[in-house]
């Protein structure tokens, strides 16, 4: 395990929240082929193993959920 890594239980539960999410944001771009949403589906399921406070999980997926959207109104 890394150093300063901590099972710390509210932040295994709060990780369930961004890759539901990115789990719904995946199927869709799957099934619309649409690569903003596809990509970010992913990287939204993967990010919280590599998160461990609660300050870096919400700005890295506020960062990711913005990437996204920024791409759809470009029209990608």
């Known amino acids: ?3 300063g890594f901590d ?4 932040v295994l ?7 539901g999410i990115g789990f719904v944001l995946f199927t869709y771009g799957k099934k619309m082929h649409r690569m903003p949403q ?3 589906g992913i990287a939204l399921m993967v990010y919280p193993y590599f998160t461990t406070t609660m300050a870096s999980m919400t700005s890295v997926g506020v960062l990711i959920c913005a ?3 920024f791409l759809v ?4």
């Open 1 to 3: 395990m890394p150093p």
């Open 7 to 10: 099972f710390d239980p509210t």
């Open 13 to 19: 539960i709060v990780s369930l929240i961004p890759s």
């Open 38 to 40: 596809l990509i970010g």
């Open 67 to 69: 990437a996204v959207w």
């Open 73 to 76: 109104k470009l029209d990608y």
